[in-house]
């Protein structure tokens, strides 16, 4: 098994015992890998209550919606994350640069899709590969009450539906939805995702 220099984890547990027990199986787990826990970026948050950053996100503790009481978290880019993506297109998108709009959009594109392809990876099955918990799941599960089966199926359901509905869509305007270049653009997103 190899692991990158530098590997993040999060471990999730019902109370503050349960927490200090997973951390410690953790901890002995990585040593007996080979591996390190820096004890001095490791924290404990009561996710009722306070908010942590994660990978380029920053996720809002649980609260309760207005309107019906049910409860929901905040999952979004961090303002470094924003700010970096915002440079990666200004880069791209120099004013000395006298390019036509064809060649403006190649350069921006490969920025948005990596993205986009990332933040889908992010949403639907990135943490259920690696054997922790998505965000939504998370969400879904204390809402619904829905295993993690259920969450992959009903996002792989959803995305069926969205992308159905887009095909309908450029039917009934007499239009290719799989153009070459669509599909050209799909594969990439799909490589930059699992790269």
């Not at 692991?3 to 990585?30: C, R, V």
């Amino acid at each position: 098994m190899r692991f990158p220099g530098a590997t993040h984890l999060l471990l999730f547990a019902k109370t503050e015992e349960d927490i200090q027990k997973a951390a410690q199986i953790a901890k002995d787990t990585l040593q007996e890998l080979g591996l390190e826990v820096a004890m001095e970026k490791t924290r404990i948050v009561d996710f009722n209550k306070d908010d942590f950053d994660f990978l380029g996100f920053a996720f809002g503790h649980w609260r309760e919606r207005k309107k019906d009481g049910k409860p929901y978290f905040l999952a979004q880019p961090k303002e470094s994350t924003w700010k970096d993506f915002r440079q990666k297109i200004k880069a791209k998108t120099k004013k000395m640069l006298t390019l036509n709009p064809k060649a403006w959009l190649e350069q921006v594109n490969p920025v948005q899709r990596k993205g986009h392809a990332m933040k889908t990876r992010w949403n639907n099955e990135y943490f259920a590969h690696i054997g922790l918990i998505p965000s939504f799941w998370l969400y879904y599960s204390k809402q619904f009450g829905h295993s993690i089966n259920d969450y992959i199926d009903y996002m792989t359901k959803k995305q069926k539906k969205q992308q159905t509905r887009a095909v309908e869509r450029a039917k009934e305007k007499d239009q290719e939805f799989y153009t070459p270049d669509r599909v050209r653009k799909m594969q990439c997103a799909q490589k930059l995702a699992m790269d």
